[in-house]
């Protein structure tokens, strides 16, 4: 088996919740349908994964398991019910908590599949930022923004430091959960300080 799968599958699934909910929330801010919600919801959730599976020359785990897309719509089901999208969570801890659990989550999950397809650092580092940004990258073309992550306070380099780190330790749930708690800790620490990398 190789290293880290059942990992991969923990990380991917608290993802998709995380990214699913923050998908719905723009696309009903958004004004959109009921389709355009779905379509935000979703590509925001397993576009990343997507992208990250054809790049690793595998087979593409959102279409070929269940449970991806089953997450996704139940999340919609959950977050609409109690009207999630109408209330103002954008800066609320929970709101950035989960946001920043789906980026770290995914940044993993996309180090591993790196990490177990032979890449080298440079490829393990793009295959785990892209996992993360890839979804909400799509989202934001599609409903003409500027890709959050290109102005967004230290958020891709999070990925990156997760996939470096990943890259020189050996995969276990112990090194697995350390580097979740650093990835946490220092994407709040940096919204807590406002950091920003340098802009020209």
Do not use: C, Q
Not at 79 to 89: D, G, L, R, S, V
Not at 134 to 149: A, Q
């Amino acid at each position: 088996m190789p290293k880290g799968l059942k990992i991969f599958e923990l990380t991917d699934f608290i993802g998709i919740v995380a990214f699913s909910l923050s998908g719905f929330i723009i696309g009903a801010r958004k004004n959109l349908d009921i389709l355009g919600v779905l379509i935000s919801s979703y590509l925001t959730a397993l576009g990343g994964g997507v992208l990250r599976d054809i790049v690793a020359g595998r087979a593409i785990f959102a279409f070929s398991n269940i449970y991806p897309g089953l997450t996704v719509l139940i999340v919609i089901i959950v977050a609409n019910y109690f009207k999630i999208h109408k209330k103002e969570i954008e800066n609320k801890f929970i709101y950035i908590l989960s946001d920043t659990i789906g980026l770290v989550s995914f940044s993993i999950s996309g180090a591993i599949i790196g990490i177990n397809a032979g890449f080298n650092i440079f490829g393990v580092a793009f295959l785990s930022m892209i996992t993360a940004v890839g979804g909400g990258m799509i989202r934001d073309i599609l409903i003409n923004e500027i890709p959050f992550f290109l102005n967004r306070s230290f958020y891709a380099s999070i990925s990156i430091i997760i996939a470096i780190t990943l890259y020189f330790f050996t995969i276990n749930y112990f090194s697995m959960f350390f580097v979740f708690i650093i990835g946490i800790i220092l994407r709040l620490y940096a919204i807590k300080k406002d950091f920003h990398l340098p802009k020209f």
